[in-house]
């Protein structure tokens, strides 16, 4: 059976390239034949009568000549009779032989009107034949006329139609002049054509032949598509899934072993299918990445271990204002929006986003998910760029809310810090959680809080201040005492990277700085100056006026000797 439809095949390839070769050879000849056509009526018909309407235009002239040298001789009468006679036999000669040329152009007409000649022009043509016979007619009984009247002596009369025969022979010059303009057009038009016809003819064939290759290899890829296209198929599936495609399922086209390992492709695919759907489900809920490592069951993975790791804190201010009385389903809205823009900043820098609690986001950055050197920079990178993303999301409060007036303003607080976490799978037997926990992660949770009693929004950690401080302006804040800790810590607020940051907010910094110093030192006349020259450049800088209130109040109110410049916070 087989061996039966591949000789069809090929049976069918060679009877369409003869069938093509055929029609090929028809179009030709049917189109040279019309040349052929053309060109005989052209031979037949149009250059004989262009030849015959010259040979008219010359003899009438050389008429003229003879007549006019006729009628001065006539009209001079002192001139001899044989001279008269023998010029007026000149005349004879050309007008006879004028007539003659005009009505072989008409016999020609007649013969291409009865035959194949076009209609249309043989119609255009004849009457301007017919007019040129009757003006060259006209021209000879005028002529007549006018001899007679010299023969009488009316020397008068004779000139008067002179000078109408002067005006004739100009229109019958135009007549003649019309018609060869014609047939030259018209021999000019049919050249064009039977060039473009000709041109038509060889672009045909070319089609054609194109037409009969292209046909040939379809057949033939037909002919041999049924025998290769299944193990074909097979393969670029199999490259298909190692590209990570996992949608395509192959058609069983056959019941042999091909069949049957197509089918079980089929099926392994689908278990394929299933694992991805899977990772992608807990990928909503956990990073695709942790999930990658989890299903390859990395032993790296299944053990807790201590790690130096930057973790990230951000929270809405003032939610609960913000979400009151809004419904259920608009705070939903709302928060999901907030999430889906504020996260994009984490996973572009390639941090692990741990969880939310409530509107909060808890981030993390370390190995082996980022480059150990990295991760304090891309997480300070990543706080950066939160802000535009909450700048996008205010506009986009309208539509969320359904407010056109009194929308509330959303602004966030963030809160970095690097150190040593505990990392890993953390939970019971029964329920597991990859995350990070210890001191570190609870800094950071602190340090968004702090920047409630500072008047800031981005605060970090000393570690991630000596981890990312080449790459970023940063302003230490103050040294504190945050609840649950004995260690006091220095936190620092991060501007901006270098090179970006205004230079006014830089000197801002600096004059702060000189009053931190001051301050710790106990100096506070010099502290006192210092915040007030840093709230001259930036008068909203809520740090400066803190530090200026609480200079003043140990001014007042001097501390103990062991004083050390550590402010101890008394709320998260």
């Not at 009757?134 to 002529?143: P, R, V, Y």
Request: hydrophobic share 45%.
């Amino acid at each position: 059976m087989m061996k039966r439809s591949i000789a069809i095949k090929i049976f069918s390839i060679a009877l369409s390239l003869l069938l093509l070769m055929v029609v090929v050879a028809a179009v030709s000849i049917h189109s040279a034949r019309g040349m052929r056509n053309e060109m005989r009526e052209i031979a037949d018909c149009y250059t004989p009568l262009t030849q015959h309407i010259a040979r008219v235009n010359i003899l009438t002239l050389e008429q003229g000549i003879f007549r006019e040298r006729l009628l001065d001789l006539v009209e001079a009468r002192s001139v001899e009779r044989d001279a008269i006679d023998q010029q007026r036999g000149l005349y004879e000669e050309k007008s006879a032989a004028a007539g003659r040329e005009t009505q072989e152009a008409v016999v020609i007409l007649e013969a291409c009107a009865a035959g194949t000649a076009d209609p249309v022009e043989i119609a255009r043509l004849q009457p301007m034949v017919a007019t040129i016979a009757k003006e060259q007619k006209d021209l000879l009984d005028l002529s007549a006329r006018i001899l007679e009247l010299l023969d009488q002596g009316e020397s008068q009369a004779a000139a008067e139609l002179r000078a109408l025969l002067s005006k004739e022979r100009d229109e019958f010059q135009t007549s003649v002049d019309g018609l060869r303009s014609r047939l030259q057009a018209f021999d000019l038009d049919s050249m064009r054509e039977a060039e473009e016809r000709e041109g038509r003819i060889v672009w045909l064939s070319i089609v054609i032949t194109i037409g009969a290759a292209v046909s040939g290899l379809l057949f033939a890829s037909l002919a041999t598509g049924g025998l290769v296209r299944p193990i074909r198929r097979l393969l670029d599936g199999t490259k298909a899934i190692e590209n990570g495609d996992l949608s395509l399922e192959l058609p069983v086209t056959t019941g042999d072993e091909i069949g049957l390992l197509t089918q079980s492709f089929n099926h392994m695919i689908g278990q394929l299918r299933l694992k991805e759907r899977i990772k992608d489900t807990f990928g909503k809920y956990i990073d695709p990445r942790i999930v990658e490592r989890l299903l390859q069951a990395d032993a790296g993975m299944a053990q807790a271990e201590k790690r130096v790791m930057t973790v990230f804190f951000s929270d809405i201010a003032g939610f609960t204002g913000i979400s009151e009385g809004m419904t259920a389903q608009g705070i939903v809205n709302l928060i999901n929006q907030y999430f889906a823009m504020m996260t994009q900043p984490v996973a572009q820098n390639g941090g692990i986003i741990d969880k939310f609690i409530g509107d909060a986001i808890m981030a993390f950055w370390g190995p082996p998910f980022v480059v150990a050197e990295d991760h304090a920079r891309l997480a300070c990178q990543t706080a950066l760029e939160e802000f535009p993303k909450l700048e996008e999301y205010q506009r986009m409060m309208p539509e969320l809310t359904g407010l056109r007036k009194g929308l509330p303003q959303v602004n966030i607080r963030i809160g970095i810090a690097t150190g040593e976490v505990v990392v890993g799978n953390i939970g019971s037997e029964k329920t597991k959680s990859y995350t990070v926990m210890g001191d570190t992660v609870n800094l950071a949770s602190r340090l968004e809080g702090v920047n409630k009693q500072y008047g800031t929004r981005l605060l970090v950690s000393e570690e991630t201040f000596q981890m990312a401080g080449e790459t970023f302006e940063m302003r230490e804040i103050d040294s504190i005492l945050v609840v649950g800790k004995s260690d006091p810590v220095r936190i620092y607020e991060l501007l901006g990277r270098r090179g970006e940051v205004p230079a006014a907010r830089l000197e801002m910094r600096q004059q702060y700085e000189e009053g931190l110093a001051a301050y710790r030192r106990r100096d506070w006349d010099q502290a006192l100056a210092a915040f007030e020259r840093s709230l001259q450049l930036q008068p909203e800088d809520a740090p400066s006026k803190i530090f200026l209130e609480r200079v003043r109040h140990l001014r007042e109110n001097p501390p103990a000797a062991d004083w050390d410049g550590v402010w101890q916070l008394t709320r998260k």
